[in-house]
């Protein structure tokens, strides 16, 4: 069975940081793309990351903040969000999805398997 567990939200402060984790079971994140994806109170989920085949792609409002990572031996992908706003507050969410073109990874309905979500708080 296909899984995702997304963990490591919390409360920071504007400025700090916070990394999020991504665990998956049931299959292998080197051979999937895996997209983190936010929703703020009020407004549509929309994507923030993506990480496939060694490329990763960034929302303009995150670029140069945050950096997505795997770790292949954990099966865990991870995002390290950096100079936090509070408009990044929200809850976070993991997906994955197998043989996506780069150029459609903002788009969720093509995700197979979606974490549950971790808040993230970011206080002014």
């Known amino acids: 069975e296909v899984q995702l567990q997304a963990s490591g939200g919390g409360l920071v402060q504007a400025g700090g940081s916070v990394i999020l984790s991504c665990a998956a079971s049931g299959f292998t994140v080197d051979d999937f793309g895996i997209g983190w994806f936010r929703q703020a109170p009020g407004k549509e989920r929309e994507g923030v990351s993506f990480?496939?085949?060694?490329?990763?792609f960034y929302a303009d409002s995150v670029k140069d903040r945050f950096t997505i990572s795997r770790d292949n031996a954990k099966n865990t992908v991870y995002l390290q969000m950096n100079s936090l706003k509070p408009e990044d507050t929200a809850v976070y969410y993991c997906?994955?999805?197998?043989?996506?073109?780069?150029?459609?990874?903002?788009?969720?309905?093509?995700?197979?398997?979606w974490g549950q979500g971790t808040q993230v708080t970011v206080s002014s």
């Open positions: 990480i496939n085949v060694g490329r990763k």
């Open positions: 997906a994955s999805a197998h043989r996506l073109p780069f150029s459609l990874w903002g788009a969720q309905p093509n995700y197979d398997a």
